[in-house]
């Protein structure tokens, strides 16, 4: 039988009122701080994102020689990003291919069989422009090219025009319609300014990302080191 000693008939004591209000009020303090570092994050995340996926479009068009200059279409053959948007124009995407065979298809000029492939996924980066986009895609593409579903990102626009571009074979930026229906042997559509794609939330809230003439360089604005 054990010898009585106070601590062993001492009687547990529980946390008072004071104490519990006070963890709660430093909890609602953490969760207030936490939640618009959460929403900076997810933009940051975004960004990044989209940023890697230009300079991936440009690291393929450096490493894959695709100039045929006997031919007037060959710049359709250039690597692309290309920022579409699903039926009902509610949700944005982005895509990367060549044409590579120069048919200049109307679906902002490649096809899926032509479409650069995820080097996470292992699936095409690929969606037909105003088809029906479901969450998640259909399982044959790669989830991530869905800016709305994965970000909230609800409009993509580009001060060079329309919202894709290409690099030729030295990383050098093109633009516009007149490199994805090129029909002559020229450099029509190279970009002789800076291209600057802005990027909107859901909350309003925007980034931009810019693509410098004759290199090519791609960076965050505000990040010129990223």
């Given at each position: 039988?054990?010898?009585?000693?106070?601590?062993?008939?001492?009687?547990?004591?529980?946390?008072?009122?004071?104490?519990?209000?006070?963890?709660?009020?430093?909890?609602?303090?953490l969760a207030a701080m936490a939640i618009p570092r959460?929403?900076?994050?997810?933009?940051?995340?975004?960004?990044?994102?989209?940023?890697?996926?230009?300079?991936?479009?440009?690291?393929?068009?450096?490493?894959?020689?695709?100039?045929?200059?006997?031919?007037?279409?060959?710049?359709?053959?250039?690597?692309?990003?290309?920022?579409?948007?699903?039926?009902?124009?509610?949700?944005?995407?982005?895509?990367?291919?060549?044409?590579?065979?120069?048919?200049?298809?109307?679906?902002?000029?490649?096809?899926?069989?032509?479409?650069?492939?995820?080097?996470?996924?292992?699936?095409?980066?690929?969606?037909?422009?105003?088809?029906?986009?479901?969450?998640?895609?259909?399982?044959?593409?790669?989830?991530?090219?869905?800016?709305?579903?994965?970000?909230?990102?609800?409009?993509?626009?580009?001060?060079?025009?329309?919202?894709?571009?290409?690099?030729?074979?030295?990383?050098?930026?093109?633009?516009?319609?007149?490199?994805?229906?090129?029909?002559?042997?020229?450099?029509?559509?190279?970009?002789?300014?800076?291209?600057?794609?802005?990027?909107?939330?859901?909350?309003?809230?925007?980034?931009?990302?810019?693509?410098?003439?004759?290199?090519?360089?791609?960076?965050?604005?505000?990040?010129?080191?990223?």
């Amino acid at each position: 039988m054990k010898p009585f000693t106070p601590e062993s008939h001492r009687t547990k004591r529980g946390f008072t009122m004071l104490e519990l209000v006070i963890v709660i009020v430093v909890l609602g303090i953490l969760a207030a701080m936490a939640i618009p570092r959460m929403d900076r994050d997810m933009k940051q995340e975004a960004a990044d994102h989209i940023l890697a996926q230009i300079r991936y479009t440009q690291h393929l068009a450096l490493n894959d020689y695709k100039h045929k200059f006997d031919s007037e279409f060959w710049q359709r053959r250039f690597w692309h990003i290309t920022f579409g948007s699903c039926s009902g124009n509610t949700v944005k995407f982005y895509m990367i291919g060549s044409d590579n065979n120069m048919t200049g298809s109307t679906n902002a000029s490649f096809a899926k069989t032509e479409a650069a492939i995820d080097p996470v996924t292992g699936k095409p980066i690929f969606w037909q422009n105003g088809a029906i986009c479901p969450e998640g895609g259909d399982g044959t593409v790669s989830e991530d090219i869905f800016l709305t579903y994965k970000f909230g990102i609800t409009n993509v626009t580009n001060s060079c025009g329309a919202a894709h571009i290409a690099f030729d074979h030295l990383g050098r930026p093109f633009h516009g319609s007149a490199f994805t229906n090129a029909d002559a042997v020229d450099y029509e559509g190279y970009a002789d300014q800076r291209c600057t794609f802005t990027f909107t939330l859901s909350d309003g809230d925007s980034f931009q990302i810019h693509v410098e003439p004759e290199t090519g360089y791609a960076y965050i604005e505000g990040q010129e080191s990223s």
